[in-house]
């Protein structure tokens, strides 16, 4: 296989929920994404891989309009929201849920107060109905009873997981994940797979969109791979495409060797 | 020579550029405040929060800080007056002193310490924390939420501290002239309602308005734009001190310039 194909895969009869034309975005003279072109299947659960410092947090940045593109177009649910203004934006994202890589909970709010935040912005709800709903995603989420308690307390796995039940308080069509199982030791990473897992088939339509390094979860969850190199995608596959694949580029990623076309990674 | 004076040039440049990519964001920063400030929701509660930690919680050491300043204000000014014979007008001139100057600036210093270091520093550590990033994220501007009822608050408070400031300054001077001075009561206060007009208060409170939005877009600004780490959050509650307490000075200056002109 060449570098910069696409690896063929068997075609998925789905509308893509993300779009990305051509994106190029540059920081300070370094150029990051340099023609980043991908789509992102509804109802999958797609994960993109990259080197460190690739831009795989830039573009999940892109997604929900925190940064925006020096050019290229970026399509969300089927709205072009390039140059969106902010209030348009704001609108795509009631329907995305981002669960950060240390959860990025208000440490100043309780437990129920950080899955409650984006209910009470955005919908009517009496103080009882609020509370149920809090209740009901902290129990999806394996933390039953955790209402009181405080941010500072809990462990990171927990955190991890009032993240996610903030992320999905507002029922998303979107969720993304940056970097769920950084840090994780396999335990706690077996448990935010099988939660992402979980989280897909108990939410109808939900199209989840992962940043991971972690090759084992990302074989093992992906419906889709997304492989970001030099700033631009590099190749797109199923699992089983990336595994058995034999460009050397691939091959150096998800064998995790020291010797190969991407170089030593500088420590 | 020249590669001496083309590094100065060059490192004089880099800090004009700095400068002005600042003023630069502060303008889009107060762009977005005024435009949050108009559009709804408006956070009535967290308005209210802020009333209670710029105001409530900087009385105790406005009213220590007020009695003394009068005090000792009272005790310069009374023992120059004395010379003339004329301790009977310590408290107008410290009550005019208070009114127009002391009140605003020394209540702006207080505020600026008090509540300015710790917005700057809160929203500084949810910045690098990543707190505003989920925030927006979650369609939430963090303008809104967080800078927008600092700013209103710290605004309104700001006059209510100065004229308790005031009110505080003169009793501190009215119990030192008493003791040390044994200045007549009716004395002081006919001094005081003939030296001090209601347009000195006036102008005192539209000061202290000024200086309130002036600290509160300040420490805002200063964290929101917070990078780096615990250091950073450091270094951006430094900043916004120093950078309110400048401004507070030079901006009393020309405020008093046009009230004088005015």
């Known amino acids: ?267 | 020579m020249m590669d001496v004076a083309l590094r100065g040039l060059e490192t004089l440049g880099g800090v004009v550029r700095k400068q002005v990519i600042g003023l630069g964001r502060f303008t889009l920063l107060l762009q977005e405040v005024f435009f949050w400030m108009v559009r709804p929701p408006l956070r009535i509660q967290l308005i209210f929060k802020q009333f209670e930690f710029v105001g409530n919680k900087s009385l105790s050491i406005v009213t220590l800080s007020s009695l003394f300043t009068g005090a000792v204000l009272g005790l310069q000014i009374g023992k120059i007056f004395g010379i003339f014979k004329a301790e009977g007008l310590m408290g107008a001139a410290t009550g005019k002193a208070l009114a127009l100057e002391l009140a605003p600036v020394m209540c702006g210093f207080i505020v600026t310490g008090r509540a300015g270091a710790a917005m700057a520093a809160e929203i500084a550590t949810m910045r690098v924390n990543e707190q505003l990033d989920a925030m927006e994220a979650m369609g939430v501007s963090p303008v809104s939420y967080l800078i927008v009822p600092r700013v209103i608050a710290s605004t309104l408070m700001m006059p209510l501290l100065a004229a308790i400031f005031l009110f505080l300054g003169l009793i501190g001077c009215y119990i030192l002239g008493m003791i040390m001075f044994k200045v007549d009561t009716s004395v002081f206060v006919s001094q005081l309602q003939w030296l001090v007009w209601v347009s000195d208060i006036q102008k005192g409170l539209v000061k202290a308005l000024v200086f309130g939005f002036i600290l509160s877009t300040i420490a805002c600004y200063k964290g929101f734009y917070a990078r780096g780490g615990a250091k950073g959050v450091g270094e951006a509650t430094t900043q916004a001190v120093v950078a309110s307490l400048l401004t507070i000075l030079i901006v009393d200056f020309f405020i008093s310039l046009v009230q004088m002109r005015g």
């Open chain 1, 1 to 267: 296989m060449s570098s910069r194909s696409t690896i063929p895969s068997a075609a998925v009869n789905h509308s893509p929920v993300v779009v990305f034309n051509d994106v190029r975005k540059t920081f300070a003279q370094q150029q990051v994404l340099r023609g980043l072109s991908f789509e992102l299947q509804r109802g999958e659960i797609s994960f993109i891989i990259g080197r460190s410092g690739e831009g795989k947090s830039v573009t999940i940045k892109h997604i929900i309009g925190v940064l925006h593109p020096d050019s290229g177009e970026i399509f969300v649910n089927g709205e072009k929201l390039t140059h969106a203004p902010e209030t348009k934006w704001i609108e795509a994202r009631r329907n995305m849920g981002l669960l950060f890589q240390d959860g990025a909970l208000f440490d100043s709010m309780s437990v129920g107060e950080n899955v409650a935040f984006p209910i009470r912005e955005f919908e009517k709800l009496t103080p009882k109905e609020l509370t149920q709903r809090v209740d009901s995603l902290l129990e999806l989420v394996g933390l039953p009873g955790y209402g009181n308690a405080k941010v500072p307390d809990l462990s990171i796995g927990q955190r991890k997981r009032v993240g996610l039940a903030r992320a999905l308080a507002l029922n998303p069509s979107i969720l993304l994940y940056d970097e769920p199982t950084t840090g994780m030791d396999p335990l706690i990473s077996e448990l935010i797979d099988s939660l992402i897992i979980e989280m897909q088939q108990k939410i109808p339509g939900l199209s989840s969109v992962v940043i991971s390094h972690d090759i084992q979860s990302v074989l093992r969850l992906a419906d889709r791979i997304f492989f970001l190199h030099e700033g631009k995608m590099y190749a797109t596959g199923r699992p089983v495409d990336f595994t058995t694949s034999t460009d050397p580029v691939i091959r150096q990623f998800i064998t995790g060797s020291l010797h190969g076309p991407l170089g030593k990674p500088i420590a």
